[in-house]
């Protein structure tokens, strides 16, 4: 079955950076576009962007694309999200997801556990 | 960015129908999407555009609306549905954008 398997809590220091990983499973990892998606505590979510791990193509939003670079390892069908220069804002939940299709039409189907970021000094 | 309007929290009976309603500040076709998450878990698709099923999803669960007015509706619900919903659309991106989240409690 398909799995999303995120790398573990990160506690990181203001100014830092943390490079966070997503290994899937179950599926031809090239064959489906993978999100990314942060949810600070008790809010709402928010999508950081995409990845086609096939072209290595990406779609950020522009809130995270000075902030955000998402990157994939075919061989090891992985994919990466570094988030840099971190501040006291960007102490959230990350989730990677993937679509539901082989085309791209939005809806996530499969979502990882989440990886807990915690930025103090 | 189109942003999506959901009220904030409903409580309901066990057995009783709930609508849970989302609106666009643009028409966003029928590439609304509907997400169930409970405390401590990722959220689960549970409908995706606007009125398709997802897999594994019971029929409880049912979408409807398309342009700018979406409804997610549980009939009945029960008490293991008590969670946030929220919607998301992908019509207009980047970027997609998540409704705030409707915390529904079951009395």
């Known amino acids: 079955q398909v799995k999303l398997l995120q790398s573990g809590a990160a506690l990181v220091k203001p100014g830092d950076s943390v490079k966070m990983s997503c290994k899937a499973s179950g599926y031809t990892f090239t064959d489906y576009i993978i999100h990314w998606v942060k949810q600070s505590h008790g809010k709402s979510l928010e999508w950081i962007g995409y990845?086609?791990?096939?072209?290595?193509?990406?779609n950020y939003n522009e809130k995270f694309k000075s902030k955000a670079t998402l990157t994939v390892d075919k061989s090891s069908s992985t994919a990466y999200m570094e988030f840099s220069r971190l501040t006291s804002e960007d102490s959230a939940i990350y989730y990677c997801a993937r679509e539901l299709r082989r085309v791209y039409q939005g809806p996530f189907a499969y979502w990882g556990q989440g990886t807990l970021v915690t930025v103090s000094s | 960015d189109t942003v999506l309007t959901q009220s904030p929290a409903l409580a309901v009976s066990p057995g009783e129908r709930v609508s849970i309603s989302c609106r666009a500040s643009?028409?966003?076709?029928?590439?609304m999407h509907w997400y169930q998450q409970k405390p401590g878990q990722q959220p689960k698709l549970l409908i995706y555009k606007a009125s398709n099923l997802a897999s594994g999803v019971p029929a409880r669960f049912s979408g409807s609306g398309s342009g700018t007015d979406f409804t997610l509706t549980i009939d009945p619900v029960e008490a293991d549905d008590t969670a946030t919903y929220f919607c998301?659309?992908?019509?207009?991106?980047?970027?997609?954008?998540f409704g705030s989240g409707t915390k529904l409690e079951i009395k």
């Open positions: 990845i086609n791990p096939y072209s290595g193509g990406t």
């Open positions: 998301q659309q992908s019509w207009n991106d980047p970027p997609l954008t």
């Open positions: 643009e028409g966003v076709n029928s590439y």
